[in-house]
């Protein structure tokens, strides 16, 4: 049995990696031209972990995880306003939860491909691909120029990501399955030791209204940036005055540490719509999706690069039996009925939170900050990130 998984993030890596270890030939085809080197912090709990741990990935992830102490809200002038304590969370995650650059947990998912007995799953960065299609026959992909070769296989999966050309082609124009939540989010790396040695091991997080800044320092002496604020458009930086000028537009006056980011912010950074895909089904004919190409949560649900790992290793665990083309079909509803409930909690979780991850008034703001108060009370604390953990993870 054949493959084609287009997207080698982190749900296309792990589709293929299981697809691989039960005897089928794979091939990966991404447009970047190699790993990602740029991304966010991220907290991988839940069903992620549960998945990691049975497939053999969990000591590759907790190999390059990072020790937070805690996430601090700072005003302008760098005074801590309100504290979460992260071991009081890792506690009520069982324990099991970790901090991951998301392009480290995305080298260590690609890495596991050697686990994979050679020849069986081929990675092909720089992919230009032009065309989907498929039919009776089977499913292909056409390069976009002669230099391109096309491909056919038995099953097509879309892991390409939230502005996913598979879904678009095949499922779909992007507009009729996404929903923007109402503010877009940046991220980007700069080389600083000053204010990486100032951030150290805790999330540092701006008190601010309409817009937060989010900061931690990389073993590397880099600093990882996250930036959110509220919009409710979605055009591209192109279309909007360049990136990089937006966001320093949008968060001078932060505070020292965020205007010292912010005059090292590169040029053309990673800055998207946050938003939520919603679909009523998954596959159609042999091709299916996975990962945000199906079901984005959004990064206020926390759960991204979680729920990418369980959905990829739960749909090639499924298909990974099958062994003719006439059960292709079952097996893809099976992984939609099985993973559905799940991206769907996790959803419901990013737009609840999508009404107070950025207060819109000093009222909301004084409430988030008595809220996570008072989650630090002896009792109150586990009662709170126990609600959390079981509200994601169930």
């Known amino acids: 049995m054949k493959a084609l998984v287009v997207g080698a993030g982190i749900a296309g890596l792990v589709t293929a990696r299981q697809l691989g270890l039960a005897g089928w030939d794979v091939v990966v085809l991404e ?25 053999g990935l969990y000591p590759r992830l907790a190999a390059v995880s990072y020790r937070v102490d805690a996430a601090e809200y700072v005003d302008t002038n760098g005074r801590v306003t309100s504290r979460i304590d992260y071991e009081r969370f890792v506690r009520a995650a069982g324990g099991k939860a970790l901090s991951l650059m998301r392009p480290d947990l995305e080298r260590a998912a690609l890495e596991a491909l050697d686990d994979v007995p050679a020849g069986r799953v081929k990675v092909r960065y720089g992919s230009r691909l032009n065309r989907f299609w498929a039919d009776e026959d089977g499913v292909g992909v056409d390069g976009e120029d002669s230099a391109a070769p096309s491909r056919t296989a038995d099953v097509l999966v879309g892991a390409d990501g939230i502005h996913s050309e598979v879904r678009a082609q ?3 124009p992007e507009q009729t399955w996404l929903r923007p939540l109402g503010m877009r989010a940046a991220a980007f790396l700069v080389e600083a030791p000053d204010l990486q040695a100032h951030v150290r091991n805790r ?33 591209s930086g192109e279309e909007r005055g360049g990136t990089q000028n937006r966001l320093r537009q949008q968060f001078t006056g932060l505070g020292t540490a965020v205007d010292r980011l912010l ?8 800055d998207d719509v946050v938003a939520q895909v919603v679909m009523p089904t998954w596959h159609r004919s042999r091709v299916v999706l996975v990962g945000d190409a199906c079901g984005a949560v959004s990064l206020l649900a926390g759960q991204g690069g979680s729920l990418a790992v369980a959905g990829g290793a739960l749909l090639g665990d499924i298909l990974g039996p099958v062994s ?5 079909d079952d097996a893809l509803a099976e992984f939609d009925r099985r993973w559905r409930p799940t991206v769907e909690r996790a959803q419901a ?9 950025l207060p819109a008034n000093r ?6 900050r008595w809220i996570i108060r008072a989650s630090g009370l002896p009792g109150i604390d586990r009662i709170v990130a126990r609600q959390i953990v079981n509200r994601l993870a169930r």
């Open 31 to 55: 447009r970047s031209e190699g790993p990602r080197t740029a991304g966010y912090m991220m907290d991988f709990f839940g069903p992620g972990v549960g998945a990691s741990e049975r497939i």
């Open 170 to 172: 095949l499922f779909g």
């Open 203 to 235: 999330f540092m997080l701006t008190d601010s209204i309409d817009r937060m800044a989010g900061l931690y320092g990389l073993r590397t002496g880099e600093v990882a940036a996250m930036l959110v604020y509220r919009d409710a458009g979605t055009l």
């Open 263 to 270: 005059a090292l912010c590169p040029e053309d950074p990673y």
């Open 324 to 328: 003719s083309p006439q059960g292709i």
């Open 349 to 357: 979780s990013g737009r609840r939170a999508a009404a107070s991850f």
């Open 363 to 368: 009222w909301q703001r004084l409430r988030r």
